[in-house]
Antibody
Framework: QVQLQESGPGLVKPSETLSLTCTVSGDSISTSYWSWIRQPPGKGLEWIAYIYHSGSTNYNPSLQSRVTISLDTSKNQFSLKLSSVTAADTAVYFC?????????WGQGALVTVSS | NFMLTQPHSVSESPGETVTISCTRSSGTIATNYVQWYQQRPGSAPTTVIYEDNQRPSGVPDRFSGSIDSSSNSASLTVSGLKTEDEADYYCQSYDSSNRVVFGGGTKLTVL
């Protein structure tokens, strides 16, 4: 079955760039849509962005100026970069298959923004 | 853009039926599909309903989804409640530009 796994630094300093990678197994990222969603501690879900296998993207308007999502088909991975982070960006970051809805999800990666 | 509003919490006894609402603030609820996710503590969300009323394989038929145009809302109904159903539930839809919107989540307590 399809499995997704997030990876990346768990601690990022304020004003720096958060970088996460999602490795997909059991499916090819050269099909379908692939997304990032985050959840601040104790709070609800927030959609960040999705990318289509063609490379077309769609971003949450509230984050668009700071977010880049990309594909690496050779590694069957997709990635997230969020620049100029602040403490408000501290969250569990999930990757997921899908664009309009999401299934399955990765287990999530906690990223803390702190000096 | 629109918002999806859910009750903060609901509670019910084992064996009973509970319904969680999800009200769209603007635009028509039927315009774009609604999904429902279950999230247990410390775990990633899983889909219990997609495309308004479809159940993924493996989700018990105790879970059902519906749309009510008169109240501009979607609902998730869980019947025959079990203690294992205790979790947070999120509704989700998208707008005409395919930008995704989540509801704020509802904590279901099975007493």
């Amino acid at each position: 079955q399809v499995q997704l796994q997030e990876s990346g630094p768990g601690l990022v300093k304020p004003s720096e760039t958060l970088s996460l990678t999602c490795t997909v197994s059991g499916d090819s990222i050269s099909t379908s849509y692939w997304s990032w969603i985050r959840q601040p501690p104790g709070k609800g879900l927030e959609w960040i962005a999705y990318i289509y296998h063609s490379g077309s993207t769609n971003y949450n308007p509230s984050l668009q100026s700071r977010v880049t999502i990309s594909l690496d088909t050779s590694k069957n991975q997709f990635s997230l970069k969020l620049s100029s982070v602040t403490a408000a960006d501290t969250a569990v970051y999930f990757c997921a298959k899908g664009g309009n809805w999401f299934d399955p999800w990765g287990q999530g990666a906690l990223v803390t923004v702190s000096s | 853009n629109f918002m999806l509003t859910q009750p903060h919490s609901v509670s019910e006894s084992p064996g009973e039926t509970v319904t969680i609402s999800c009200t769209r603030s603007s635009g028509t609820i039927a315009t774009n599909y609604v999904q429902w996710y279950q999230q247990r503590p410390g775990s990633a969300p899983t889909t219990v309903i997609y495309e308004d009323n479809q159940r993924p394989s493996g989700v018990p038929d105790r879970f059902s989804g519906s749309i009510d145009s008169s109240s501009n809302s979607a609902s998730l109904t869980v019947s025959g409640l079990k203690t294992e159903d205790e979790a947070d539930y999120y509704c989700q839809s998208y707008d005409s530009s395919n930008r995704v919107v989540f509801g704020g989540g509802t904590k279901l307590t099975v007493l």
